[in-house]
């Protein structure tokens, strides 16, 4: 990337968070499934990464680090290099030192959120160039440059923030209210929700938790600049091509059937049940008839409530005036604001684990229980699927609590007073979607 | 026809056959590896199209890979 001083490197993709791996005690080999909520942890990558480059704005540990810089870059420079590396930075010390320490942001010469333009030599370390001996100085101040290049990529400021923001988890994270603050300078409310199911989206028109979003191009644009594609003023850079490959093929996801054995008897029973408790507002037509109020469902409003006619504004007005080679800007609007929640169609309900928006109820057994006896924290993160309760098992270091903000899991109480056959039936039959 | 004529037009259907068979067999096994129904899933995919979703860009590429090496 001409952007990293021609360094080859490493993003994220549509599969990044909606490909998902599935182990079972009752499958030989784990499962992927395309379109599923993964279990990747976006913001803890992105979050070491950033804070990594953070603190190799520190003399000592830019040491460290260009030793392991050399090692990953030159896996032939051995020892041998590595002793090399030690000598001539010892010699260069105190002006590798003087020099981090007048920028150790690597921001200086470049305007607010704007990149360096990195030369290809600018960050080249290697046995070669110590032998013909490199200038260190200039290197350790190039590397801060491009630290301040990956970070700027991404929309964060030189200035580590003062707080950490709240932890989503594994396949989470606050996708709006990232880009509201990274875009626009318009940091929101927190408001978690998981990542998306991304199957038999063609059927829908509006897409989203909240059904805020018809243009599933301009969905991915704003996803790429976000996530990394640099924005020069208006300019994005990026291969709209690729973008627009990406977003044609996830249109031709299809639910994931159930693959393990299931109870066909009781799932025939079941299916009356289905009828009876889901049907009236998971049926039907996909249209706006499945946008249902959060005061009407009970579930935790911060999403639907996140996304106003003035955020809807915002991201209109910016894919309005997006340049980027290739792309044509819709005539229409692509992004409203609803302030509900859509009730989405069940196909593939097997492989939604954990339920809700948010995320915030582990197993569908759960979701058909009174909301006063769900568990209030769980851990988040196991790939280990659990086929009698129908969502992923209790294990895996982060732990969800419900009583942050955001997380609760409240409301959606349909089906909680079927006896407990019943539920066992109408499980049975789900995994039949 | 002449029979040289004949066997060579033999020998290329041959080739693209072997073709068309080995690349259905890496799609397969490429399925088979990843675990993944797409048969099911993706119909109308084509091993490449799958490829490309699980590892083609989407010009977000914003760690360096020798830093992120480092880093760890």
């Known amino acids: ?433 | 026809m002449k029979p040289c004529h004949c066997r060579k037009g033999i020998s290329l259907l041959l080739a693209v056959a072997s073709v068309i068979a080995a690349t259905h067999h890496c799609f397969a096994e490429q399925k088979k590896t990843l675990g993944i129904d797409a048969a099911q899933q993706v119909p109308k995919w084509s091993a490449e199209d799958l490829s490309f979703f699980m590892h083609g860009s989407m010009s977000t590429e914003v760690v360096p890979e020798s830093v992120l090496r480092a880093f760890i």
């Not at chain 1, 990337?1 to 599969?15: H, I, P, Q």
């Not at chain 1, 955001?406 to 409301?411: A, D, F, R, V, Y």
């Open chain 1, 1 to 433: 990337m001409k952007r990293l001083g021609g360094l080859s490197a490493v993003g994220l993709n549509c599969a990044a968070c909606h490909v998902a791996e599935v182990h079972s005690s009752e499958g030989a080999t784990p499962i992927h499934l395309l379109g599923a909520t993964s279990h990747f942890d976006a913001e803890a990558f992105f979050g070491a990464v950033i804070v990594a480059t953070f603190r190799t704005g520190d003399p000592a540990n830019m040491k460290r680090f260009a030793s392991a810089y050399l090692s990953a870059a030159d896996s032939k420079s051995g020892e041998q290099g590595a002793k090399v590396l030690s000598d001539q930075w010892q010699k260069q010390e105190h002006e590798i030192a003087a020099a981090i320490t007048a920028d150790p942001a690597g921001s200086k010469g470049a305007d607010d959120g704007a990149l360096h333009d990195l030369k290809a030599g600018d960050v080249r370390l290697d046995k070669a160039t110590l032998e013909h001996g490199v200038d260190l100085t200039t290197l350790s101040h190039s590397m801060l440059k491009l630290f301040h290049n990956m970070r700027a990529a991404l929309h964060i400021p030189d200035q580590p923030p003062e707080k950490a923001p709240p932890s989503s988890g594994p396949g989470r994270n606050d996708a709006f209210g990232l880009l509201s603050a990274g875009l626009f300078h318009s940091p929101q409310p927190y408001a978690p929700v998981k990542y998306g199911l991304v199957w038999n989206v063609s059927n829908r028109h509006w897409v989203h938790w909240d059904g805020n979003t018809r243009s599933p191009l301009g969905r991915n644009l704003l996803a790429s600049l976000g996530l990394g594609a640099p924005l020069h003023g208006k300019h994005g850079e990026l291969d709209f091509a690729t973008v627009k490959r990406q977003t044609d093929l996830s249109e031709m996801i299809q639910a994931p059937r159930y693959p393990y054995q299931l109870d066909q008897s009781a799932a025939k029973r079941g299916a009356a049940h289905y009828a009876a408790n889901c049907v009236s507002c998971h049926g039907g037509p996909e249209s706006d008839k499945r946008l249902y109020s959060a005061a009407e469902v009970g579930t935790d409003p911060h999403r639907a409530e996140l996304f106003t006619k003035q955020q809807a504004a915002l991201f209109n007005k910016f894919l309005a005036e997006l340049e980027t080679t290739g792309y044509q800007a819709s005539k229409e609007e692509g992004l409203r604001s609803t302030g509900k929640y859509w009730a989405a169609s069940m196909d593939g309900v097997w492989a939604r684990s954990p339920y809700l928006h948010n995320g915030s109820v582990r197993t569908l057994q759960e979701l058909l229980t009174a909301p006063a006896e769900r568990s209030k924290t769980f851990h988040r993160g196991s790939q280990d699927y659990e086929t009698t309760s129908m969502g992923y098992t209790d294990a895996s270091p982060y732990v969800f609590d419900t009583s942050t903000r955001g997380n609760s899991n409240t409301g959606h109480n349909y089906g909680t007073v079927l006896t407990p056959d019943q539920k066992h039936d109408l499980l049975e039959y789900l995994k039949t979607l």
